[in-house]
């Protein structure tokens, strides 16, 4: 990868209030809006005994991850393509594949920022145990970050505009959200409807994180379901991606 093209990338990335807000700080501030509420600190039989605050972090640590991967990456790929940039790069010594691994690079960095960001908030502010499996954890998390750029990448193929990428990725963030356990934690969920969840990527992310934080080591068989989401949507993005 041509680092001057990191190191571009990089700094507009910088420039983006919008994207800044929404992948580093909004994650971390939901977590902060849900530990000021006091119910939230009370240990519930239903979580198996930890308190509310503690399944958001997880949920938290992935919102940030969908974020990047959905709402932020495919906007930039496919702005790039329909101001011709990356048909003018592909005339240049730079390849245009430096600049699509540049982009996942910087989303893909920016995405973990955000998660040591609610990992950090949640341990000093609200008593948050680290994780307890750690090298589980992150493997569970570099594999979840592939997986929401690969679905990123997915989005900017099959979107020939900014407009059309927008819509897309908004169709398919709340149903992301959803399985990630935004609005109902998967412990909570139905047994059957945990399960289905379970099948997507980041249903099965949700709780291999929660089996890394709890001390296990994340399931291979929800560790599975993200490899395999990341072979096929990349093998997606390969076929349908088009530099112009």
């Known amino acids: 990868m041509n680092t001057a093209v990191l190191r ?18 909004f994650p971390t501030l939901l977590l902060v809006i849900l530990g000021s509420i006091p119910a939230f600190h009370e240990h519930e039989r239903d979580l198996g005994g930890l308190r509310t605050i503690d ?4 949920v938290s640590v992935l ?11 495919p906007q930039t790929l496919t702005g790039y393509r329909e101001r011709g ?14 600049l699509l691994t540049a982009q996942m690079t910087v989303y893909g960095a920016a995405a973990l920022a955000s998660a040591l960001l609610a990992l950090v908030v949640g341990r000093f502010a609200f008593d948050v145990r680290l994780p307890e499996q750690p090298f589980g954890y992150l493997l569970a ?38 399985c990630a356990g935004v609005w109902m934690p998967v412990q909570t969920m139905p047994d059957l409807l945990a399960e289905a969840v379970g099948y997507t990527p980041f249903g099965a992310a949700s709780q291999a994180l929660n089996q890394a934080a709890a001390g296990d080591w994340p399931g291979w068989a929800h560790l ?7 072979v096929l949507l990349t093998a997606g993005a390969a076929r349908w991606f088009r530099w112009e």
């Open 8 to 25: 571009t990338e990089t700094r507009l990335f910088g420039r983006e209030p919008g994207s800044l807000f929404w992948i580093l700080l």
């Open 55 to 58: 399944v958001y972090v997880p």
């Open 63 to 73: 919102l940030g991850l969908i974020v990047s991967g959905l709402q932020a990456m």
């Open 85 to 98: 940039i990356l048909r003018r790069t592909s005339t240049t010594p730079v390849r245009p594949s430096a």
């Open 141 to 178: 998390l570099v594999l979840t970050v592939l997986a929401a750029l690969s679905l990123g990448a997915l989005v900017s193929a099959l979107s020939r505009t900014t407009k059309i990428a927008g819509a897309i990725g908004s169709a398919v963030f709340f149903p992301a959200m959803f």
């Open 224 to 230: 599975g379901v993200v490899a395999a989401w990341i």
